[in-house]
């Protein structure tokens, strides 16, 4: 940024340069066989003229995790009080899936299984623990890396520790920005954030201190990185951390959802936790408007797809009640649930004249953003993941889908849950029987009905056989 000028006001000069910097073709960047059919598609759709990085087949990816952001939390999917009316334009504008499934109940497995493509039944990092990705894992970011992407990731990450093999640049990041630890990420004004493999020291959150809220920074460092690198394809990985609570301050005050303004609803006759979190999910949404106006000024709108969704369903942390604004909307249970309202999360895929605009009921989950990716990227994904490419939904081609989906979570013993078809079936322990849940008939799984669906109950536990690996990190014990 030029002398003089404060970080803040760089941001606010970004809209205006933006405006200015449209940039030139991405010439010199070497066209590879493997992305004919992605390109031959953008070609057709966007005309002969094309864009810049998809005459190419390889759009801008930003994918952007809101933390315990629940089902029922936007506009679009039937919020009727917090307001999100730039998620709700996305939606309009955008393909909005209403079976899109987190990897987990909680963060750091949910984030695991995006990375690298893999459900909890097979990925490393199976719970919240402090288990680091290894050399041997193979990210996302690697992938797209390896196939010209610029990537970075601002946020919080979760799955390595400082001086392990799992922070984010020894995983595929050229750069990052953020938490390490989910519970640094708890803190909204920490008195430090990672910047790369350095510490950089807020100085206005020293000893107390309450000056600069990590999302406001995070927002910020974005605008900047979507800004810097127009002119390339770029992997941001935008892994937000509102609305989660700070669960320490929680405790100690009983309001655990910080914000720095709880405007719009300051004058709600609401407790003081669901100001706040109502605050958060808005302000989540006003930061995300910001981030599509500056791909239109920077005439990147159409060579960027960006995806929106959570991470696990919401919480009942820091003072907030999922229950107040209905924030599981019609589904059961919340984070930390395998019950729909645990992992079933928004999902938004916006690419204008690229994705048509409409509703999509695939069910498809977070293992499934690498393959994905990599089918957009033009490079071939590992072999022996759990995803599949959702591209042929997202271009509105016939698709084919999961035959079963799968879930593990070790907190409360040993849970697992399966989703095959119109069916959900849940258990509670090894020793315990399947509940068996229509969704079609009952989203709110109300009713199980494993009784009356032994023919049902036999292939889910004939698929329960095979559908995991022993983790030596995450052993399978005796549910509580
Ligand atoms: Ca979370």
């Not at 493997?34 to 005309?47: F, I, Q, T, Y």
């Not at 941001?236 to 303004?261: C, F, K, Q, S, W």
């Not at 490419?389 to 799968?406: E, G, I, N």
């Amino acid at each position: 940024m030029p002398s003089g000028m404060t970080r803040r006001e760089a941001i606010r000069s970004v809209s205006l340069l933006a405006s200015s910097l449209v940039p030139a073709a991405h010439q010199g960047r070497a066209a590879r066989a493997d992305e004919g059919n992605v390109a031959a598609l953008v070609s057709r759709r966007h005309g002969t003229e094309g864009r810049r990085n998809t005459a190419r087949g390889k759009p801008n990816i930003i994918f952007i995790l809101a933390d315990d952001l629940g089902y029922g939390d936007l506009g679009c999917y039937g919020q009727k009080v917090i307001r999100t009316p730039n998620l709700d334009q996305m939606a309009a504008e955008g393909l909005r899936f209403t079976d899109a499934y987190a990897g987990s109940t909680v963060c750091a497995p949910s984030r695991c299984a995006l990375m690298t493509g893999l459900h909890t039944g097979h990925c490393r990092v199976r719970g919240n623990a402090l288990v680091p990705l290894q050399p041997e894992d193979v990210t996302v970011a690697e992938l797209l890396k390896g196939a010209g992407y610029t990537t970075g990731i601002i946020g919080k990450w979760g799955l390595g520790e400082p001086d392990t093999p799992g922070v984010p640049n020894r995983q595929g990041f050229d750069t990052w920005f953020g938490y390490l630890n989910q519970a640094h990420a708890h803190n909204y004004y920490p008195e430090y954030l990672w910047r790369n493999e350095e510490k950089v020291e807020l100085s206005q959150n020293l000893n107390g201190g309450r000056g600069e809220y990590s999302h406001d920074l995070f927002t910020q460092e974005a605008l900047e990185y979507v800004q810097q690198h127009a002119r390339e394809p770029f992997f941001l990985y935008l892994a937000y951390t509102i609305p989660h609570a700070n669960n320490e301050r929680g405790r100690a005050t009983g309001d655990g959802m910080e914000v720095p303004t709880d405007a719009p609803y300051s004058g709600r006759n609401w407790p003081q936790p669901m100001k706040g979190h109502a605050a958060m999910i808005t302000r989540l949404d006003r930061d995300i408007g910001t981030l599509f106006s500056l791909l239109k000024d920077l005439g990147i709108e159409k060579d960027t797809l960006v995806f929106l969704t959570s991470d696990n369903g919401p919480h009942k942390e820091g003072g907030a009640d999922p229950a107040f604004f209905r924030s599981s909307g019609p589904l059961r249970g919340h984070k930390r649930d395998l019950y729909e309202g645990g992992i079933r999360v928004p999902m938004l895929a916006r690419w204008p004249g690229m994705i048509q605009p409409g509703v999509s009921d695939l069910p498809w989950a977070f293992w499934d953003f690498l393959p994905t990716a990599c089918q957009f990227a033009g490079v071939k994904p590992p072999g022996g993941i759990d995803g599949l490419s959702v591209l042929p939904t997202l271009f509105s081609r016939p698709q084919k889908p999961h035959d079963f989906m799968y879930w593990e979570f070790h907190e409360r013993g040993f849970e697992q849950a399966v989703r095959h078809g119109q069916w959900k079936a849940v258990r509670h322990g090894l020793d315990k029987s399947i509940e068996l849940y229509d969704l079609a008939a009952d989203l709110g799984e109300t009713r199980n009905v494993a009784a009356d669906r032994p023919d049902e109950v036999a292939a889910i536990e004939e698929y329960l056989r095979s559908a995991r690996a022993e983790s030596k990190e995450f052993p399978v014990t005796v549910s509580k």
